[in-house]
Nanobody, 121 residues
Framework: VQLQASGGGLVQAGGSLRLSCVAS????????MAWYRQVPGKQRDVVAT???????TYADSVKGRFTMSRDNAKNTVYLQMNSLQPEDTAVYYC????????????????WGQGTLVTVSS
């Protein structure tokens, strides 16, 4: 299973970006998915999560500005980021709990490669 994140870039403060993360490979089902972000020298923090049914949670710092959604048919999650601020600058990673096989209930956790978001003031 691979997670491919995209959509990062350079944006001015107040602007918007939309991140995407596509899961591919041997996939029977995907449970919870999440976006994390990491600034060099700091720990990786959760930004938003979404269940298979579409229920979401957000870090306090992004509530009201970021929206996470998913398209189960495309094995894809999105992160719509509005009103971006310089403190949102980080590498954003997607994360997923995947059941590769319908014959086994084992779920594995996977990380994408990260996409850099830079917000200039």
């Amino acid at each position: 299973v691979q997670l491919q994140a995209s959509g990062g870039g350079l944006v001015q403060a107040g602007g918007s970006l939309r991140l995407s993360c596509v899961a591919s490979g041997s996939i029977f089902g995907i449970n919870d998915m999440a976006w994390y972000r990491q600034v060099p020298g700091k720990q990786r923090d959760v930004v938003a999560t979404i269940t298979s049914g579409g229920s979401t949670t957000y870090a306090d710092s992004v509530k009201g500005r970021f929206t996470m959604s998913r398209d189960n048919a495309k094995n894809t999650v999105y992160l719509q980021m509005n009103s971006l601020q310089p403190e949102d600058t980080a590498v954003y990673y997607c994360n997923a709990n995947v059941q590769p096989s319908r014959w086994r209930s084992t779920v594995y956790n996977y990380w994408g490669q990260g996409t850099l978001v830079t917000v200039s003031s």
